[in-house]
């Protein structure tokens, strides 16, 4: 799988080069002075050239990598937006009209499929936004002690702006605009926060200790979490009782729901395109791939191979990485972890695996993730065995917010359980310490028994993965030197 990115990728870098040297060398023989910048941007591919289907599948293969979270992004847009109001989709996932938000107000459920890695630590919030037909007002009250966080995305899956526990951020009515707006902050705003493409998603979560009490304590504060246009806005806190909001039908899909169809993959890349300029430095990949689009609109043979070859690309290359072995770099003791996550750059290898495993991840400093398939042996964690997950003394995940150890199944989302438990961590108040101070919890599909079940995650009849999530990390989960805990087969 990796040598199949490397390889278009070293076959694309190896084109620049030889460009580069031809052109240096004819420059050279004739001494000519350098083109300017603006005069080698200023030139034209060739309209109308011959393209073979092998140079055809290289764009192409590069082109379905480098694009599948924008595409995946736009169709999640596209279809959560469909939402008449504010409200739950299959009276489970948050769901608005563009530029307005819905929230939950407790954990999500576990009967969900459209979000893979979904979080049972936090109550979480959506919307979708496109803030070049209208900046959006997001609305925030004081959480107090609470941590929490208001990520937002641009249409590449990076992160911008600053929102939450960790940067002190205060409350109040905070701005969303587009990279064209030149307006006038109007009176009452605390902030403005620019995106550097019209899409932006904004996803709230809030922590929520797992107890009647607390669930109790954040319902008001959750209530005053908004957004909307900001025609709308008058200073005034617009309060929605999230408890009340409808439920519209939903399809039943088995693992998450497909938001990127190859067959139509490159139908929809010139308008995502449209909608996000080159970030400095892909001048020439917008190019290249712009100029087999238009190819391809004028020739069914080109066209033809662009599809198969995004159909071909979906399998070999993208489904791989849903597996946590193919996604991250190692931790220590079986497990990897992310890395650059929504921040980054030219790093598509990790953008892309992200977006097919468990999209819309936090900065590195607001939340770290540590994923595993296997024990720390390598082999496949397997729900009719059981597990021993050890903590030593002293080495819980150190945070400044809250960590927990999640449980999903082989589709990276979860299999509903007698429990409702699929996550231990800082929200569960009952955890049973060892007596040296260590913190053993278990997985597997049968109970540890002799009192061990308040740390019991129980598994589904079928392979299933671990997720450490660690928020609001401190400088040993930010710079790697805390280890994840071993991961043991109990025979």
Request: with cysteine; proline share 8%; net charge negative.
């Amino acid at each position: 799988m990796n040598k199949l990115i490397k390889g278009s990728i070293i076959i694309f870098i190896c084109a620049v080069f030889v460009f580069s040297c031809s052109q240096q060398q004819s420059k050279e023989a004739t001494n000519e002075s350098p083109k300017t910048e603006s005069a080698v941007n200023d030139i034209a591919l060739a309209e109308g050239a011959i393209m073979h289907p092998e140079y055809v599948k290289t764009v192409a293969r590069m082109a379905y990598v480098w694009g599948w979270p924008m595409v995946n992004s736009h169709n999640r847009r596209a279809g959560i937006t469909q939402a008449p109001e504010p409200g739950k989709l299959g009276g489970v996932v948050p769901v608005a009209p563009r530029g307005r938000l819905s929230m939950l107000n407790d954990y999500v459920k576990p009967n969900q499929s459209f979000v893979a890695c979904p979080n049972q630590d936090v109550i979480y919030g959506t919307a979708f936004c496109s803030l070049d037909e209208e900046p959006v007002v997001l609305q925030l009250p004081d959480f107090g002690d609470r941590f929490w966080v208001v990520a937002l995305y641009d249409a590449r899956t990076d992160q911008f702006g600053e929102l939450g526990k960790a940067y002190g951020t205060k409350p109040g009515f905070y701005l969303l605009v587009g990279p064209k707006w030149d307006g006038v902050t109007p009176k009452g705003i605390d902030g403005v926060m620019q995106s550097t493409t019209e899409f932006c998603f904004a996803g709230p979560r809030i922590f929520l200790n797992d107890t009647d009490e607390d669930r109790a304590a954040v319902k008001p504060l959750v209530n005053q979490v908004n957004a909307y246009p900001l025609t709308e806005f008058d200073g005034e806190m617009k309060i929605i009782d999230w408890n009340e909001t409808p439920s519209f039908p939903a399809p039943e899909v088995e693992g998450e729901r497909s938001w990127v169809i190859p067959e139509a993959f490159f139908d929809q890349m010139p308008g995502v395109m449209d909608l996000v300029p080159p970030m400095p430095g892909e001048e020439a990949l917008y190019a290249s791939i712009r100029q087999v689009l238009v190819a391809a609109e004028k020739d069914p043979e080109v066209k033809k191979v662009l599809v198969e070859t995004a159909i071909e690309t979906e399998k070999e290359v993208i489904k791989p990485l849903f597996l946590w072995k193919h996604n991250g770099v190692p931790a220590g003791n079986g497990w990897n972890r992310s890395k650059n996550n929504a921040q980054w750059g030219f790093d598509y290898l990790m953008r892309t695996s992200t977006a097919r495993s468990n999209m819309f991840d936090n900065r590195p400093n607001e939340t770290q993730y540590f994923y595993t398939d296997g024990d720390t042996k390598g082999e496949q964690l397997e729900s009719s065995n059981l597990y021993s997950i050890t903590f030593t003394a002293g080495q819980l995940p150190p945070v400044n917010g809250f960590w927990s150890l999640t449980l999903y199944n082989e589709h990276h989302i979860f299999t509903p359980n007698d429990l409702n438990r699929y996550s231990l961590g800082t929200k569960n108040k009952s955890l049973q310490y060892n007596q040296d101070g260590s913190l053993t919890l278990y997985a597997g599909a049968n109970p540890p028994g002799e009192g061990k079940d308040l740390n019991w995650l129980p598994a589904p009849g079928e392979t299933f993965s671990l997720y450490i999530r660690c928020y609001w990390g401190k400088e040993a989960i930010l710079d790697g030197s805390w280890i994840p805990p071993v991961i043991e087969r109990i025979e």
